[in-house]
């Protein structure tokens, strides 16, 4: 893995961004803003889940105006999502919000942007420029508000990350230049609590999007895959995408957008951490797929544990293996594991046998190995 990339820190509220700080996980409410008492109580089931930072998209003056209330009811820092209509930031700061997401495809009025960032700096609310290929600017039209029509801005005619031919002007360069662009409006003001995002569902053009940025400028990234799909197939998507990133030192925040429960995201979000060791937030369970060798239903085994070991959310890691060949190894190098075989199971506990017993004491034992270990939480 690379050495992290360096970033200044940014703080949306008490949580620090960037700067050498752990990746945080965060995720977007999927209730109507406006009614509060539903979007609260989405936040609150989503800080359970160990969600670090929450966005609510704020599509009109109500929604603006609810933010405040929200803010008042939850526990986590709040972003507001702000597209088109500059004067719904500056109700959300007025509100006391976090952080503002401001989509540079949309809002381009130079004016209207330098408005903002100006009553943001004057509150010090860090501004997420939020790239998407989605709503991008359009070709030519980076920070113009006027002769210009989105249904023929040819941005969906740019060549993505792997069609790009050398001398081409593509997706990639698009979605930099516009990044830039706002960039540069928020460094003119002496300004620089700034995230920036660049996504795309297109994995290898949102992987060279964010690639290309970071070597340009010192800001921390929060990363996405943009509309990635339901729970299993946008997991795997953003995992992929998420994943060839952070390997290589880049990001500092991540979303994961599934067409699915909000609290769906933050679990594949802090699952994507733990599987390259930055993070530590609940159990890791190692279990083999199972195969002819098994002497046991390791499958039914290991949805048990797992759901046992959910229900505790202590930080461990569980090994569930269902025969001899790699059951032995995995087993003793997790916190607690189980090596199952013919009619009984050896347990182990941080590396020593501790139990061998009857395949039907099986998933009794091994959680009651789990409660007398303590792991120590690394964040």
């Not at 949580?15 to 936040?43: L, P």
């Not at 060798?293 to 039914?300: G, I, L, S, T």
């Not at 395949?359 to 190995?369: F, V, Y």
Request: some cysteine; proline content about 4%.
């Amino acid at each position: 893995m690379s050495k992290r990339r360096v970033t200044k820190p940014v703080y949306v509220g008490g949580v620090k961004v960037g700067g050498g700080a752990d990746v945080t996980v965060q995720s977007m409410t999927k209730t109507d803003t406006r009614d509060v008492k539903a979007t609260v109580k989405q936040i609150h089931e989503l800080e359970e889940a160990g969600c670090e930072l929450i966005r609510s998209a704020v599509p009109d003056a109500e929604a603006a105006d609810a933010m405040a209330e929200i803010k008042k009811q939850i526990h986590i820092p709040l972003i507001a999502d702000i597209h088109f209509h500059y004067k719904l930031a500056l109700t959300c700061l007025e509100g006391g919000i976090d952080c503002l997401r401001l989509n540079p495809g949309n809002l381009r009025n130079e004016d209207q942007v330098r408005e903002v960032v100006r009553a943001a700096k004057a509150r010090n609310v860090p501004i997420r420029i939020g790239v998407n290929f989605g709503s991008l600017p359009p070709v030519g039209g980076i920070g113009r508000t006027r002769g210009f029509s989105r249904h023929m801005d040819l941005v969906n005619a740019l060549p993505k990350a792997q069609d790009a031919k050398e001398g081409d002007y593509s997706a990639v360069d698009h979605m930099v230049a516009t990044a830039l662009w706002e960039i540069s409006l928020l460094e003119e003001q002496d300004f620089d609590q700034i995230k920036i995002s660049m996504k795309a569902f297109d994995v290898p053009t949102t992987v060279e999007a964010y690639t290309r940025l970071a070597g340009m400028m010192p800001y921390p990234l929060h990363l996405g895959i943009t509309e990635a799909g339901t729970p299993m197939a946008g997991s795997i998507r953003t995992s992929v995408g998420l994943g060839v990133l952070l390997y290589s030192g880049i990001g500092d925040t991540i979303r994961v957008s599934l067409s699915g429960d909000s609290t769906e995201e933050v679990a594949a979000g802090y699952e994507i951490l733990k599987s390259l060791n930055m993070r530590k937030k609940g159990s890791v369970l190692v279990a083999c797929p199972s195969c002819g060798r098994a002497d046991v239903d390791v499958v039914k085994l290991a949805n048990d544990v797992d759901a046992l070991l959910k229900k505790g959310n202590k930080e461990i890691t569980v090994a569930v293996m269902g025969c001899e060949v790699n059951g032995p190894g995995e087993a003793k190098d997790a916190d607690v594991g189980i090596a199952a075989g013919a009619g009984r199971a050896v347990i182990f506990r941080k590396g020593e046998k501790v139990r061998v017993v009857p395949e039907a004491e099986m998933l009794t034992a091994l959680m009651e190995e789990v409660e007398k270990t303590s792991v120590p939480a690394d964040d």
